[in-house]
């Protein structure tokens, strides 16, 4: 069974996947005139917005939400596992996809507002969503929507349970089992509370779990301060095959470095607009800069200090294509977790691991519930077209199964099983909004013309050409009544 999978790993992420979405990160940073970088402040503004009502959260909340599911693992064990098997040269490609990733954030994330809809008093969107109103692809819509539902709900969790898990057994010796058990219990208590008890703990235990793991990081770079100069020409001369060491691994420090951004930013996969599609914002194009924004505090922030940290220490190492090590500064220890919490501990000593697993736990648990909101978003949808009563309660019961069942299985089979899920959404979200391209643009020219006259913009579809915007069209004219 785990060759099994694995071998659909290889096909799933393979080249074409890694090069597509460099393609569509560099696609859309150019269509869309570089609207990550020219619109920076604007970002940063746009997440004090205090807009809220019954049905859906404010912006901020919207973006906790959102990295809440971006900031997990996958900037600790995922930013690891880069550069074990891809090499420093592999945080390179990581940093350029983080910025890539801002612009197909602002996409997607645009899209799902402009197709949003009011379903049981809350605001409901994403991915299926845009695809039925926007490409007029039912068919299509209910398939993604099955894939998402499956990957949020079975296929992916069991990555953030497991890590957890992993790092409670080093730092306190605990089972997996009672790690589990630890993992379940809240996780149940928040999830049968609905998407408003979701959004108040995320933008409550966010930034504290944020900026507490780089303050930590910032402290381990200090004291390795000296070291970091020689780290970035390192990081640089990898990635593009001028080191001695590294330099017959490029391709892999490409292929994991865009791969694990993709996995830890998830920009153009589909999973931030969910939540993304929950903000209460005058004008579509305002929540897309605010998830723009949050995939440079998940990969160029948070994951480039990581990489840092664990290359300052020297606490990595690398293996080459063949298997052989090309470094090994840590004798016996697979990528994952301990290469973090080998670095945090060259400063904070015993505490070291500690520090990370609490880290870890914050990560990963907020993470879970990202997943879950997402998971049941999708079903509603599936249920508002074909129907299935009583999925909401399944989906909760399966989703915290599965929660524990991760926890005390090998790392190796989760981490394939998360890859997959990732992937196919991937290929799917990415075609979805290539295709819906035009619409964005439509929307963001929209907001660039009405910045430019000095307003705070409102979004009425009727002037863009844009169709199926049913909520906008109300929305617009209830503002201008």
């Given amino acids: 069974m785990k060759d099994f999978i694995n071998t659909i790993v290889g096909y799933i992420w393979s080249d074409a996947l890694v090069y597509l979405a460099l393609a569509v990160g560099i696609y859309f940073t150019v269509s869309t005139r570089g609207v990550q970088f020219r619109y920076l402040k604007e970002m940063i503004r746009l997440l004090f917005d205090k807009n809220s009502s019954d049905q859906g959260v404010t912006s901020f909340q919207a973006f906790c939400m959102a990295l809440s599911g971006r ?27 983080g910025l890539l990733g801002g612009a197909s954030a602002f996409i997607e994330s645009t ?46 969790p069991g990555v953030q349970a497991n890590t957890i898990s992993d790092s409670f057994k080093t730092a306190f010796g605990l089972s997996p089992t009672i790690t589990g058990v630890i993992v379940v219990a809240p996780l149940a208590f928040i999830i049968f509370g609905g998407v ?56 892999m420090a490409i292929s994991w470095g865009v791969r694990r951004a993709v996995f830890s930013n998830v920009a153009g996969a589909g999973e931030a607009t969910f939540s993304s599609a929950a903000a209460e ?34 606490m990595y190492n690398v293996a080459g294509p063949d298997s052989s090590m090309l470094v090994e500064n840590m004798p016996g220890v697979s990528a994952g977790t301990a290469f973090t919490q080998a670095a945090v501990s060259t400063v904070f000593a015993d505490f070291g691991p500690v520090f990370v697993a609490l880290a870890i736990f914050l990560f990963a648990w907020t993470c879970l519930l990202a997943y879950y909101y997402i998971a049941e978003t999708n079903l509603v949808y599936l249920d508002d077209k074909l129907h299935f009563p009583h999925l909401k309660i399944v989906l909760k019961a399966v989703f915290l199964i599965i929660c524990l069942f991760g926890s005390v299985q090998s790392a190796d089979m989760m981490w394939a099983l998360g890859d997959i899920g990732f992937g196919v959404m991937c290929y799917l979200n990415f075609v979805a909004i290539l295709l819906l391209s035009k619409t964005a643009i ?40």
């Fill in 71 to 97: 900031i997990g693992v996958g900037n600790i064990a995922g930013v690891a596992t880069a550069i074990a098997a891809g090499g420093p040269g592999a945080v390179f490609w990581m940093i350029v996809m």
């Fill in 111 to 156: 899209l799902a507002q402009v197709y949003k809809e009011n379903s049981d008093k809350q605001y409901r969107g994403g991915s299926p969503y845009y695809i039925e109103k926007g490409l007029k692809m039912k068919s299509f819509a209910i398939f993604v929507a099955i894939v998402v539902c499956l990957s949020y709900g079975v296929l992916v």
């Fill in 196 to 251: 408003k008890r979701i959004a108040r703990f995320a933008d409550k235990v966010v930034p504290f779990m944020a900026i507490f793991y780089i303050l930590m990081m910032l402290v381990v770079l200090i004291f390795n301060a000296s070291a970091i100069p020689d780290m970035i020409v390192l990081i640089v001369k990898s990635a593009f095959g001028m080191d001695a060491v590294f330099g017959g691994i490029v391709g």
């Fill in 281 to 314: 914002v005058s004008h579509p194009a305002k929540q897309g800069l605010v998830q723009g924004f949050s995939v440079y505090i998940d990969t160029v922030l948070v994951c480039t200090a990581t990489a840092l940290m664990i290359l300052s220490t020297g």
């Fill in 442 to 481: 439509k929307v963001l020219k929209d907001y660039d013309e009405q910045m430019k006259q000095g307003l705070d913009p409102i979004f009425d579809p009727r002037k863009t050409g844009v169709e199926n915007a049913d909520f906008w069209v109300e929305y617009s004219d209830k503002y201008h009544r």
